[in-house]
């Protein structure tokens, strides 16, 4: 075989390899069109449920400590010692610091030395009593010889020897009577020192600065060596020694609307849920204001919330779910963005046995923030699609798949789960 002879096989070949692989590119590109199709549509359904509706409203709010206090100093002083700092958590009566008061010491030293003179007076008292008693004695006893024996015997006792003795008796009575006085004087000043004594003590006490209740130490002002001033009149700027919040218990302050008011009761239970421990809590309406913010139209209520754990801490937004109002009636209920209103109509969208999409007409009674009760027109058995209605034809053929919660029990349905 000649050179141009091969050169042509060659090119013959190649063409009839180019025309199968052209000829077999469609049917490839065919089964991967089929491969690709996307399979029926996904719907989120619902099963109606029974029972109460309830309307629910939720409101944001922000936890604040129970208690909250600068902790100042009675007395002025420099710190000795402080004990505690941010974060620590404290006891009630617990030691925080305590101060240096040179001067309040002194002074208690010369109230004490003012008690030892006053219960020396008071010894000198009793004893100028004994003694002046005695003198008396001696000289009423004199005075009382004397008159008998110038009763029994007139002229035998000059009366200018009666009348001395009369005189001394009287005098000497008159002492115990001073004497008396002085006692009471001295028994006075002696209480009065105790006095003095029992206020200093009780000032040189308040050098050691104790927490007011259980709680976490949120600030620090004060360090050691630091001149703290006496924190007693309000016109003075006294730096505090420490803040203390309560940990144990939080208030949740929330803004209630003014057309929930009159559904607000003190005591009830009510739901919690921090966003940023994803994580429900229950709390107790404890107070409210009773009266409206002329701005906001709302009313200042707070929610006592247990944090035993030490889990929540002051400053963590929560939302709070309030059940204003309940009925009774055994309803048929879905949630509310289920429902699709069309002028005067209501309707919803159902999957039916064979997966396709149908319209159902219903009436409707109560409605809440969350849910509708429905009336008439779907029985409990129907899933309901439950949100995107406009995404679907009527008829056309979708994937339900089942949602794991109801509208308003938070019981779940179960089913399919993708």
């Given amino acids: ?27 490839r590109n065919a089964h991967a069109k089929d491969a690709d199709e996307p399979a029926h549509q996904l719907a989120p359904v619902i099963l109606p449920v029974r029972g109460p509706i309830q309307n629910v409203i939720t409101l944001s709010g922000e936890f604040r400590p129970f208690q909250e206090v600068d902790v100042h100093a009675k007395v002025a002083g420099y710190i000795r010692e402080i004990y505690v700092d941010v974060g620590d958590k404290v006891g009630a009566g617990q030691v925080l610091a305590v ?14 030395a003012d008690i030892r003179r006053s219960q020396d007076a008071v010894q000198r008292a009793q004893s100028e009593i004994e003694r002046a008693r005695s003198g008396h004695q001696a000289y009423h006893a004199a005075y009382t010889r004397l008159k008998q024996a110038s009763e029994s015997r007139p002229g035998l006792i000059a009366e200018q020897e009666l009348d001395d003795a009369m005189a001394k008796d009287k005098e000497t009575d008159a002492q115990i009577n001073s004497a008396r006085a002085a006692l009471a004087e001295s028994q006075n000043q002696l209480g009065m020192a105790k006095a003095t004594l029992e206020r200093l003590s009780a000032l040189k006490a308040y050098s050691r600065i104790t927490a007011p209740f259980a709680g976490v130490v949120t600030k ?3 360090d050691t060596g630091s001149l703290i001033q006496a924190g007693t009149a309000s016109e003075t700027q ?6 203390l919040a309560e940990w144990f218990w939080l208030r949740l302050v929330i803004p209630v609307p ?6 607000l009761h003190l005591g009830s239970t009510v739901q919690v849920h921090v966003s940023a421990l994803n994580q429900d809590f229950q709390g107790r309406v404890a107070r409210f204001a009773d009266a409206l913010n002329d701005e906001t139209r709302t009313m200042h ?7 035993r754990h030490d889990i929540l801490k002051e400053g963590m937004y929560a939302e709070v779910k309030l059940g204003l109002q309940q009925n009774n009636k055994d309803s048929l209920v879905v949630p509310v963005q289920a429902v699709v209103q069309a002028g005067n109509e209501h309707y919803v969208l159902v999957v039916d046995d064979q997966n396709r999409v149908q319209k159902r007409n219903v009436e409707l009674g109560e409605q809440t923030s969350t849910s ?3 009336l008439r027109g779907i029985s409990e058995k129907e899933r309901v699609i439950s949100v995107g209605q406009s995404d679907y034809q009527i008829g056309e053929v979708v994937k339900p798949k089942l949602e794991p919660r109801s509208a308003d029990t938070g019981e779940d349905q179960g089913g399919e789960r993708e």
């Avoid at 101060?99 to 004490?112: D, F, H, R, T, Y």
């Avoid at 209520?301 to 944090?307: G, K, R």
């Fill in 99 to 112: 101060l240096e008061v040179p001067e309040l010491s002194a002074q208690v030293v010369g109230a004490q």
């Fill in 1 to 27: 075989m000649t050179l141009q002879r091969r050169h042509i096989v060659i090119v013959a070949v190649a063409l009839i390899v180019a025309v199968a692989l052209l000829m077999k590119r469609p049917l």
């Fill in 372 to 374: 509708a009760e429905i």
């Fill in 301 to 307: 209520t707070e929610i006592d919330v247990e944090n």
């Fill in 238 to 243: 006294s730096m505090p020694v420490v803040q």
């Fill in 258 to 263: 003014e057309s929930a008011v009159s559904q």
């Fill in 220 to 222: 620090r002002y004060a």
